[in-house]
């Protein structure tokens, strides 16, 4: 029975969609949920299963076609996966011919007794020792080089042969260009970034952070916390966060978006954390964040980061969001100016924690100290809202303890 492939249905967010990956080709065996085909579209990349066992018999949109919601794929024929193994092992046989080739002409080799009790002795087939007596007859000290190689054999196998030194994409000295098509990922990101420049009057202001008593803290509790909660490690994201929300309860604003003529303020905060893959930059986004403890920050960042690096993420989780962090620090930037990720008004930028001198009490002192990035909507978000909001996440990162007693 022949069954159609067709591409998922697509969201309303998702006009249409690439095929990215075909993991069986006409003729290959799959099995009932086997990964068939990939499809990209602007935002996440879509698996389409076996429906049943059988055998993938055409491929009707390759690999580069665009294809559109619930459109025809290929076709797999329906339990015809059961013959293809057994075709597959015919040339099974074969593999006998050289044992059977060790004796040309098809006469067991001639063995001086001593020979063979020594070869019986020793487990060694007559056949695979090629003998140098007279009219190829098989001396002892065949079967004794024989045993002996026989011997060298597993510590040779044993020993795993140096790896293959992989081979540069150019050769030194060519001048040769090498083009690929970007991806549907990364030519979205491209979009927006390009639209978010070009219709926001975007704005950055900074300031720093001490990170010592995050840091203090941190070390202290970071194993307790890692027990307590079950593996679930204690990181710097999630003081962040936290902090951030508390901040966008106090200006509002930064937590808004703009529609049209309309200013659309938001009594929730959604909290995107933008997280790089092979693909491109993609924000999945920690639902309700205010209602979250420090674990349940941490599991969730940790759960997209290996989503993302599996290309697992869906759209529902990449979908909306109030306020993005971006933490560019992982990566070892020392200060940058983020992009807004529209609708949204603002983002926020983490930076690598490097040690400074600082004047503290007329004394100079070496922190850990950390320059934060806030990138606003100036149509929206005035100097003085901007200002505020990273200052209360100064304070609040200062003071950690702020953040548990909510003051």
């Known amino acids: 029975m022949a069954i159609e492939i067709k591409a998922p249905t697509f969201p309303e967010s998702v006009a249409d969609g690439t095929v990215a990956t075909w993991h069986k080709q006409p003729g290959d065996a799959v099995k009932r949920d086997e990964l068939i085909v990939d499809i990209e579209t602007d935002k996440v990349v879509m698996e389409v299963l076996a429906e049943a066992d059988g055998v993938l018999t055409e491929i009707v949109k390759n690999e580069g076609d665009t294809v559109l919601s619930g459109e025809l794929l290929g076709k797999l024929e329906a339990g015809a996966a059961a013959a293809a193994p057994a075709q597959a092992a015919a040339p099974a046989p074969a593999a006998a011919a050289p044992a059977a080739a060790a004796s040309a002409g098809g006469e067991e080799p001639i063995l001086a007794p001593a020979a ?43 020993k795993p042969a140096a790896p293959a030194a992989a081979a540069p994409i150019f050769a030194e000295g060519d001048r040769v260009e090498k083009r690929v098509p970007m991806t549907r990922l990364r030519a979205k990101v491209a979009e927006r970034l390009v639209e978010a420049q070009s219709s926001m009057a975007m704005l950055t202001t900074f300031n720093e952070v001490n990170m010592k008593p995050i840091m203090e803290l941190r070390a202290k509790y970071k194993d307790l916390f890692e027990k307590t909660h079950n593996g679930v490690r204690l990181g710097f994201m999630s003081f962040f966060v936290k902090a951030a929300v508390e901040a966008l309860k106090r200006q509002p604003g930064v937590n808004a978006s703009i529609d049209g003529n309309d200013i659309v303020y938001h009594g929730y905060q959604d909290i995107g954390v933008a997280v790089s893959s092979d693909r491109g930059l993609v924000v999945p986004v920690l639902r309700n964040a205010e209602h979250m403890s420090l674990a349940e920050i941490e599991g969730g960042i940790n759960e997209f980061g290996k989503k993302a690096k599996a290309g697992k993420l869906t759209i529902e989780e990449m979908t909306g969001g109030t306020f993005t962090i971006s933490n560019g620090g ?36 070496i922190l850990p100290m950390m320059y934060l990035a806030l990138s606003y909507d100036h149509r929206l978000i005035d100097g003085k809202e901007a200002v505020t909001f990273l200052v209360t996440m100064k304070d609040l990162l200062e003071d950690p303890a702020r953040l548990l007693l909510d003051i």
């Open 116 to 158: 063979r009790k020594l070869a019986e002795e020793n487990g060694i087939d007559p056949n695979s020792i090629r003998g140098t007596g007279k009219d190829g007859r098989v001396t002892k000290e065949d079967v004794v080089a024989a045993v002996e190689a026989k011997k060298s054999a597993p510590a040779a196998a044993a």
């Open 330 to 365: 992982v990566f070892g930037s020392l200060l940058s100016t983020p992009i807004v990720n529209p609708p949204q008004t603002a983002i926020l930028g983490m930076h690598k924690i490097q040690e400074r001198p600082m004047a503290v009490n007329g004394q100079v002192v």
